[in-house]
């Protein structure tokens, strides 16, 4: 158990759908991460929460778009996604503010399909 | 560019000792990180190396030379459950991590 809850565990949706994933942490962290995992990829950093102020945003499309309510909890809404958005996204936090040497724990990823 | 290379697989035996090397090129050094990843999991921390030498946790061991740009990962006493990606990402002079894609260990008995 690390701490980091995702929501939901896998999710299809069609080129027109729009839906959201949700990350919790239970480990009162300051920042919080969006990540892409593809397969034999390494890890791509999308977006970058501290204290709830959003801090990086590395060139991610605008169909992807990030929600940090408090600093427990992170969304991810997905809209009109392409088939090549199909891959496994990855919640993470850390203790610190964004920036620093803190591990980041990590939730158990949401495997989005786009069909 | 940054770049992290470490080998996409590796095969071991049951109860041998495997080493996972990463060598990387980045904008600056400010620690090196393993994680292990099971399928279908969340990457979990193993280690964190900042200064040159080997840091030992009980089967697990991580090495870093920071002149040569260049990290391990020793495990020893193989088990079947350290079937998993092995993941190594380096911290660059902008606290940015940089991954690696990962080395997908399998273990045989």
């Known amino acids: 158990e690390t701490g980091v809850t995702q929501t939901p565990r896998h999710l299809v949706m069609g080129m027109t759908n729009k839906k959201s994933l949700k990350c919790e942490q239970h480990?009162?962290?300051?920042?919080m991460y969006w990540y892409k995992q593809s397969a034999k990829k390494p890890l791509e950093l999308m977006f970058v929460?501290?204290?709830?102020?959003?801090?990086e945003n590395n060139s991610v499309p605008s169909r992807f778009s990030p929600e940090c309510p408090n600093s427990s909890h992170l969304f991810l809404h997905l809209h009109t996604l392409q088939p090549e958005d199909s891959a496994l996204y990855l919640c993470?936090?850390?203790?610190?503010?964004?920036?620093?040497?803190?591990?980041?724990?990590f939730g158990p990823g949401t495997r989005l399909t786009v069909l | 560019g940054q770049n992290i290379d470490q080998p996409t697989e590796m095969t071991a035996t049951e109860g041998a000792i495997v080493q996972i090397n990463c060598t990387y090129q980045?904008?600056?050094?400010?620690?090196l990180f393993w994680y292990q990843q099971h399928a279908g999991e969340a990457p979990t921390f193993l280690s964190y190396?900042?200064l040159d030498g080997l840091e030992e946790k009980g089967r697990f061991s991580s090495f870093l030379s920071r002149s040569k740009g260049y990290s391990y990962l020793l495990l020893k006493e193989l088990q079947m459950k350290d079937s998993a990606s092995y993941l190594c990402?380096?911290?660059?002079?902008?606290?940015?991590?940089?991954w690696g894609a990962g080395t997908k260990l399998i273990i045989k008995p």
């Open positions: 190396n900042v």
């Open positions: 480990l009162g962290h300051n920042a």
């Open positions: 980045t904008s600056g050094f400010n620690g």
């Open positions: 929460y501290s204290l709830e102020e959003r801090v």
């Open positions: 993470a936090s850390s203790q610190a503010l964004a920036g620093g040497t803190d591990t980041q724990y």
């Open positions: 990402a380096v911290l660059d002079s902008n606290y940015q991590l940089i």
